[in-house]
């Protein structure tokens, strides 16, 4: 009997691909079923995006790059971080990796030591507690109920930091609720963290195009400048111009903690591939209104999705400001069902009306389930037809 690692033994499997997969699989079996679990845009990657990537093969471009991203992919995102956010970085502040994913799993290796503690906002992007624990950090989870929109209070916040807390996790637009951290609710945190100047910061803007505020995108550096020192950005191209499967995400922050991410990473997988690297570099330096219509299409089927929750007996969904994702309270239906949790209302959904939702519960927050509108929109009529059916009969 193979003797694994306690490090791999500590993690589970991403629960939102599993959905994805046991909803491919009872489809390939002939059952009718709609998966609502995906964590992708339905749309294609933009053509003139494709098109560099053809022409980025057609010229050879298909070896080795620097490990850290190709100078002109560097570049672009620099130039992108100026644009959006008037942020500037240099060129040794940029780390380019193969996904969002990569660069969070980087960081972790780079920066925790066993036993440091990370704090974690609860419901969280599924990855962020496992890719913790791989590292021999400890997930500080805090849970963030529905009253207060989902999101982390300075308090709260106060109240889980210990001198053993090096990270504070943050995701603006957030995978799973959509909510978006307002100007004043950042400057609530920062205010915070200046009395523990140990903390380091980790936004998350991999949503931060797919978004309908009122007001302008904010992170917890561009509201506080004294921040930018002690904060990695996170970001990518994977959902902002549909391009999940190209695998570039990106970090920027301080010099040493981009350096030590490097090393890790050029002892894992070296540069990421060299032709999507092409691909990035036209998304971020090509035209940007070609995210427009997207954005538009979620919105649209946002109001629709949280509208139709909220009519059906036991859910309540709340308003969300972005990504792509409805999450929605359904402690109402599970009692109405008599079932245990979120887990059998998931199930319930599956065997009755062949409905795949992800549980809140595999988010960190027990009593939800999470919705993905990255889907057509007669799909997701049929798909809230059947859940009303599920639980009111
Ligand atoms: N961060 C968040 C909040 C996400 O939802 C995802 C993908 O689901 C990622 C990062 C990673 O994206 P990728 O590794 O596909 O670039």
Not at 7 to 26: G, H
């Amino acid at each position: 009997d193979i003797q694994l690692s306690q490090r791999v033994l500590s993690i589970k499997p991403s629960p939102t691909l599993a959905v994805t997969n046991k909803a491919a699989e009872l489809k390939a079996a002939g059952k009718d079923i709609i998966g609502l679990g995906a964590g992708e845009p339905d749309f294609g990657t933009p053509e003139h995006v494709k098109a560099a990537a053809v022409e980025a093969i057609a010229q050879g471009k298909t070896k080795y790059t620097a490990v850290d991203g190709t100078p002109s992919l560097k570049q672009a995102i620099i130039a992108k971080f100026k644009r959006d956010q008037g942020l500037d970085y240099a060129a040794n502040q940029i780390l380019v990796s193969c996904g969002g994913k990569q660069s969070f799993f980087n960081m972790s290796l780079a920066l925790l030591n066993a036993g440091d503690e990370v704090i974690i906002p609860a419901p969280y992007w599924v990855s962020y507690p496992d890719m913790v624990l791989v590292a021999e950090g400890k997930p500080v989870i805090v849970e963030c109920p529905q009253s207060q929109g989902y999101k982390i209070t300075a308090a709260q916040l106060e109240a889980a930091i210990t001198p053993k807390t090096r990270l504070l996790v943050l995701n603006s637009p957030s995978n799973p609720t959509g909510m978006v951290y307002t100007k004043a609710e950042l400057l609530a945190l920062v205010d915070v963290l200046r009395k523990h100047p140990q903390i380091l910061v980790a936004t998350d803007d991999m949503y931060e195009h797919i978004i309908w505020t009122a007001e302008k995108y904010e992170n917890i550096v561009t509201v506080a400048a004294d921040m930018y020192d002690r904060t990695i950005v996170l970001n990518g191209v994977s959902k902002a111009y549909a391009m999940t499967g190209w695998r570039i995400g990106y970090a920027a922050g301080p010099a040493k903690l981009i350096g030590a991410m490097k090393k890790v990473q050029s002892q894992s997988t070296s540069n990421p591939t060299s032709i999507s690297q092409y691909a990035a570099e036209a998304a971020l330096n090509g035209p940007q209104d070609v995210l427009v219509p997207m954005v538009k299409a979620f919105k649209e089927r946002h109001d629709y999705v949280v509208k139709t929750l909220n009519s059906i007996e036991g859910i309540s969904c709340s308003a969300a400001d972005g990504a792509f994702y409805a999450f929605a309270n359904v402690e109402g239906a599970i009692a109405k069902l008599g079932l245990e949790n979120d887990l059998a209302f998931s199930e319930h959904l599956l065997n009755t009306v062949g409905v795949a939702v992800v549980p809140g519960s595999a988010f960190g927050l027990d009593g939800h389930m999470r919705i993905s509108y990255a889907t057509a929109p007669s799909v997701l009529e049929d798909a809230l037809g059947r859940i009303k059916k599920a639980i009111e009969g």
